[in-house]
């Protein structure tokens, strides 16, 4: 019996990994589970796991660091938010990863794989994730806004959500909707990832903002927001952010 650790800083991720792990591998036995590298670090050195799940962006230790601490002949996936260039070149690789959010189909490959692929070389892998880290991109406090010749600061805890809108982002406050032009992955790329989240494709939202999530049939949630009437729509891809833990 294989045996396997997944890694990752927000805890419902790790969640939803580990449920839909025992369906589609029920052979698979789950060792453990860590939401900081050190703590990941700590337990595959005690449990000595075959596959480590491996998030690559995580708050002090990255997965990078991790990876190079993990027993040598562990196999590993990582799981990343990297752009579709960064993906082409993990798929001319022997590394596997899965993209965020993860999908059961891509999951299901995923798995396949590792049933039949031989560990990879720890050190090329490392090499080929460090040619992919983007630079960090310092925190966003507030923005800058136009408005006719005046250019407005609005604090990023005065936002209730953003929306994509074609070549612009709507940036929703309680009194006011401004605009602005830039793409909403560059725009997340500078978002807190503990204060805002992405519940769609076209739409971040301020975690505190949220009232409450309501799942329908098709697995999307309906968000009530406390200080605007607008009932955003997240979609199924996203609801590993409201499961329970």
Known sequence: MQTAMVVD?????????????????????????????LQAIGL???????IVFLDIQMPG?????????????TKIVFVTAFD??????FNESAVDYLLKPVNDE?????VQRLKQQAPVVRDELVALVKTLLPEKTPMLEWLRVGIEDTTELVQLKDVIYFKADLKYIDVVTINKTYL??????????????????????????RVDQIAQAKRDFRG??????????????????YSYLFKKS
């Open 106 to 110: 891509r999951l299901s490959k995923t």
């Open 180 to 205: 602005i032009r830039q793409s909403l992955v560059e725009l997340e790329r500078q978002l807190d990832p503990n204060q805002f989240w992405r519940i769609n494709r076209g739409c971040i939202v």
């Open 220 to 237: 999307r949630y309906a968000i009530s927001l406390y200080d605007h009437k607008q009932i955003l729509v997240g979609s199924q891809s």
């Open 61 to 73: 230790l990255n997965g990078l660091q991790v990876a190079e601490k993990l027993p040598i002949g």
């Open 44 to 50: 595959a050195q005690s449990l000595k796991p075959d």
């Open 84 to 89: 579709q260039y960064a993906v082409e070149a």
């Open 9 to 37: 800083d927000e805890p419902n991720l790790v969640n939803y990994l580990v449920s839909k792990l025992g369906t589609l591998w029920p052979e698979l036995e789950i060792s453990g589970t860590a939401n900081s590298g």
